[in-house]
C-alpha cells in the first residue's frame, strides 16, 4: 500500500514539473535552424568554441567545420575579457578587481543573410586580491572566467532562440 502511494505521489510531482514548464537550469531548445551551425569568428577548438559546441549538442544541435553543410551561421564579431583595478589598499596595491567580459554575436542563415542583428552580452564579476595567497586567487579569477563564459553563452543561445521566436511569429 505504501509502495503505491509513493509511486502515484512520484508521478503526480514528475506530471507537475512537466506541465508548469521546468526544466534543468542551462537547457534551452534551439530553433530548427539551428541545427547545424558554423562557427565563425572564434576558432572552433578555442574555450568558447568548445562551450558553444557543448551548449547547442546539449540542445540537439551541432556545430559543424564546413561552413556550406551549415543550415545557420554563428558570427562572434567580440569576444574578449578584461581585468580593471576597483580599489587598493593602504600600500597603493590593488585589493580589488573587476573581471569584464563581452561577447558581441550575429546569426545569418547559411546565404549571409543576417537572421539575428548583432547582439551584446556583457558579464562583469569582481575579485578580491589577496596578496598573502596568489594562488588561491588565480584559481579563482581562472574559475570566474569560465562561470563568465559559460554564463554568457547561456544568454547568447537564450536570446538567439527569443530572436528567432520573435521573426517566426511576426512573418506568420
Not at 558581441?104 to 542583428?117: E, I, K, P, S, T
Not at 588565480?138 to 536570446?159: C, H, P, T, Y
Amino acid at each position: 500500500m505504501i509502495r503505491n502511494a509513493i509511486l502515484l505521489t512520484v508521478i503526480v510531482l514528475s506530471l507537475l514539473s512537466q506541465g508548469c514548464g521546468w526544466r534543468l537550469r542551462g537547457q534551452i531548445d534551439l530553433p530548427p535552424g539551428m541545427e547545424k551551425t558554423f562557427l565563425s569568428g572564434v576558432d572552433f577548438y578555442s574555450e568558447l568554441g568548445v562551450e558553444i559546441q557543448a551548449r547547442l549538442q546539449g540542445a540537439g544541435a551541432g556545430l559543424v567545420q564546413d561552413k556550406s553543410a551549415a543550415t545557420a551561421i554563428l558570427h562572434i564579431v567580440t569576444n574578449k575579457i578584461e581585468k580593471r583595478v576597483l580599489s587598493i589598499d593602504s600600500s597603493g596595491r590593488a585589493g580589488e578587481y573587476e573581471l569584464s567580459y563581452l561577447l558581441v554575436f550575429r546569426l545569418m542563415d547559411q546565404h549571409g543573410a543576417v537572421l539575428v542583428n548583432d547582439q551584446t552580452v556583457t558579464t562583469l564579476r569582481e575579485l578580491r586580491f589577496d596578496p598573502n595567497n596568489v594562488l588561491s586567487t588565480g584559481d579563482e579569477e581562472e574559475r570566474l572566467r569560465k562561470d563568465m563564459l559559460q554564463f554568457s553563452v547561456r544568454q547568447m543561445l537564450n536570446r538567439l532562440n527569443i530572436s528567432l521566436q520573435k521573426s517566426r511569429n511576426t512573418n506568420q
